[in-house]
């Protein structure tokens, strides 16, 4: 499978807990997008890198957040300090060139603090 | 704010049904508008995209969907549903080429 991974699928932590993401985007793909999605809502922008520069970021991702891409391929994406409001599932998406390619998403890591 | 509305919450139609399905985006520029699908137990796919040109776009799956510009508009339309079709639709803008906002997305559900 050569499409956007995310892993893990599933994460239960408690509260206070630091959780990490990963997504692997499609190998030729130069920009990267994390998003949050709820139940009954749309995706929600998080933040996006251009190669390994992290060039936006939404006003969403609180000081609790961190994504790095530090080589320009995979993503980490961090919450510390989790809290109940965080529980929700966190897509990676990867696209070619600027905003007119298409996102490819992953099938997102489903995070649920206790 | 950037904002992009569906008014449609949950869709229930028959099968060859006729869809039309919502989206509206306040102003903020240049737009390009993408309709997203996702099937059950699926990630999300592109259904279908405007950037410019002819305002009537035609996706995959027999879905089409039409910019009007003077309604801030970009609604998805298919003749004839399937009960295939059954899934979450997002409709999505990027503004100036930033980043991508979508909508609450519209569940259908197709019925045999």
């Known amino acids: 499978d050569t499409g956007v991974s995310q892993d893990p699928r599933h994460k239960i932590t408690k509260r206070g807990q630091n959780v990490t993401f990963r997504c692997d985007p499609i190998?030729?793909?130069?920009?990267l997008y994390w998003y949050r999605q709820t139940l009954g809502q749309g995706p929600e922008f998080l933040t996006y890198f251009q190669n390994e520069a992290q060039l936006e970021k939404s006003r969403l991702l609180s000081d609790r957040f961190s994504a790095e891409r530090p080589k320009g391929s995979f993503s980490t994406l961090e919450i510390q300090r989790t809290e109940q409001g965080d529980s929700a599932m966190y897509l990676c998406?990867?696209?070619?060139?600027?905003?007119?390619?298409?996102?490819?998403f992953g099938s997102g890591t489903q995070l649920s603090v206790l | 704010a950037q904002s992009v509305s569906q008014h449609n919450h949950h869709v229930i139609l028959s099968e060859a049904a006729s869809l039309e399905l919502g989206c509206n985006y306040s102003?903020?520029?240049?737009?390009?508008l993408f309709w997203y699908v996702q099937y059950p137990g699926q990630h999300l796919q592109l259904l279908l995209k405007y950037f410019s040109g002819d305002p009537l776009v035609k996706g995959i799956k027999g879905f089409e969907a039409e910019f009007i510009k003077s309604k801030f508009s970009f609604n998805l339309r298919k003749p004839s549903v399937q009960w295939s079709d059954t899934a979450e639709y997002f409709c999505a803008v990027s503004y100036n080429n930033n980043d991508m906002r979508f909508g609450a997305g519209t569940r259908l559900t197709v019925k045999p």
């Open positions: 998406a990867s696209s070619l060139g600027d905003r007119k390619e298409k996102l490819f």
């Open positions: 102003y903020g520029g240049t737009v390009n």
């Open positions: 190998s030729e793909h130069n920009r």
